[in-house]
């Protein structure tokens, strides 16, 4: 008798647990309702509602707000999933910024970092989750560089590898492989993986395809030798038989301007013959990154060639230099001001400015960021034809100050690409943002609105959706972007950030 009212009270105890639970999960849910659901699939806009629970996306379409609901009025704005920046150097600001807002106000929910060769390890990243929260997702690359420098030494990598060097890189890859990196980047036109032979490249990358991992590029040419530079991905990919992408595809030598037909020509011609390589790319004519990339021969005090960079790569009197420890009073001037100033031709000027700051460095050796031009190098029916591509999706690689791609390259996208130049649809701008995105990176239940899919949402309105910043204003915050939610929670709210920290690290599976 005790047996049946013991039990008889606890089927009693469990059954008001289960409806109290209901009730909490119900009174968590969230309807976002009376919007455009752009669902980034590339599919055309759809009138309904998107309802959230707990860090999901539980039910979209035309719903009717439950008991409990939290019911926001989209006021028929556009919902998508959130974007997915493919090439993001923004993570070194979120220690000091967690809020993200650089990020945020762009649209941007998930940044995957770990670009142009330089990474950190994923147990230093997995570290930093436990002791920080952010407001954004973030997923990892293994950088070729920093794997170069921490085997060969940071100041021994301007050489070839030797076979037990790469050996030892094989093993220090595989571990941070083992523990969620996406795959290996690598940073082939920076010095500190300039002089890695093909081979090493290739012995590597083969060791990330066999973890099912994937291969991105920044190549060893942008500019003069453009054409070799793809050839070496193309190969990387039939030989490896993974995926491939090409980070921040451009033509940067003004001789071959108006080529980029050329170049997806020969792209299409490399997925055709079963090599799934694809690109990113930012909105942008201009890129930001050292002075010394202007040097394809990396041969700093040759004017011959820095003429061949002020004569073909870059346009000195549009490229201004946004960072100068050295001479701080030369920031936000153009190279070719700055020679006037200095009664020098442009040239000389380049060489000068470089050897200055490899002065600085010498003398101050834990000094970060000392020098950085805004490098105008494109054209804009190039930026154009390579946004247009299918299998290219739109990334910022900025971070937070410098480049305005790093507060507006999404916004930039939605307002001059899409609503004034009409280049793109709008559902497919979002599908280069979002689905197609996390489809080429291979991360799962993101990049899409659909049950069971992770609640990463931005809601916008396409009429006034524009960016901001620029040179003078690298923090310009953009306009347009209404609410954006991580994982089920509101982060960014009409130009603010909530305050909320929602963010999680994304482990490749």
């Known amino acids: 008798m005790k047996n049946r009212s013991a039990i008889f009270f606890l089927l009693l105890f469990t059954f008001f647990q289960s409806q109290l639970n209901s009730q909490t999960n119900q009174s968590l849910s969230t309807l976002i309702q009376n919007v455009w659901i752009v669902d980034g699939s590339g599919s055309n806009a759809i009138k309904g509602g998107v309802r959230i629970s707990g860090n999901r996306i539980v039910a979209v379409g035309n719903l009717k707000p439950l008991a409990g609901d939290m019911v926001v009025d989209g006021k028929e704005q556009y919902l998508s999933p959130g974007f997915i920046d493919s090439h993001s150097h923004h993570f070194g600001s979120l220690k000091k910024e967690p809020t993200g807002i650089a990020m945020t106000n762009q649209g941007i929910t998930t940044i995957i970092i770990g670009q142009d060769g330089d ?203 946004v960072r100068f420890a050295p001479h701080p009073s030369y920031a936000g001037k153009t190279i070719g001001a700055i020679a006037k100033e200095r009664n020098e031709s442009e040239a000389v000027t380049l060489m000068n400015l470089i050897q200055i700051a490899a002065e600085y460095k010498q003398a101050n050796p834990n000094a970060g960021g000392i020098e950085a031009l805004a490098g105008k190098s494109m054209n804009d029916a190039d930026v154009a034809e390579f946004i247009k591509w299918p299998y290219a999706n739109i990334c910022s690689d900025g971070a937070a100050g410098g480049h305005p791609r790093g507060y507006g390259a999404f916004t930039r996208v939605l307002g001059k690409f899409v609503r004034e130049q009409q280049q793109l649809t709008l559902s497919k701008a979002i599908h280069k943002m979002t689905g197609l995105t996390a489809q080429q990176l291979g991360l799962q239940q993101r990049g899409k609105i659909a049950v069971g899919y992770f609640a990463d949402l931005v809601l916008f309105d396409p009429t006034t959706v524009n960016d901001h910043a620029t040179i003078e204003n690298g923090k310009a915050l953009s306009s347009g972007i209404n609410s954006v939610w991580v994982n089920g929670k509101l982060v960014y709210q009409q130009q603010k950030a909530t305050g909320v920290l929602s963010g999680t690290l994304i482990k490749r599976n």
């Open 119 to 321: 990474s950190y390890p994923m147990d230093s990243l997995s570290a930093f989750f436990k002791q920080h929260q952010i407001a954004v997702n973030v997923a990892s690359y293994t950088g070729h560089s920093s794997v170069r420098e921490k085997i060969m030494g940071e100041n021994n990598v301007f050489r070839k590898s030797t076979m037990e060097e790469i050996a030892q890189m094989k093993k220090y890859l595989a571990t941070d492989l083992q523990k969620g990196s996406l795959g290996l980047s690598t940073g082939l036109e920076y010095e500190s993986a300039f002089y890695s032979t093909k081979e090493e490249v290739v012995a590597l990358a083969q060791l990330t395809a066999s973890f099912k991992g994937r291969y991105m590029s920044h190549i060893r040419s942008e500019d003069i030798q453009l054409n070799e530079a793809i050839d070496e991905i193309i190969d990387i990919g039939k030989i490896t038989g993974m995926p491939v992408k090409l980070s921040h595809i451009k033509i940067a030598n003004k001789d071959d301007w108006g080529n980029a037909p050329l170049i997806i020509q020969k792209l299409e011609l490399a997925r055709k013959q079963g090599v799934d390589i694809t690109a990113d790319v930012y909105p942008y004519n201009f890129w930001n990154s050292t002075l010394r990339v202007l040097f394809p021969d990396k041969q700093f005090t040759n004017i011959k060639s820095a003429e061949l960079a002020v004569n073909k790569l870059f346009d000195a009197n549009q490229s201004v230099l």
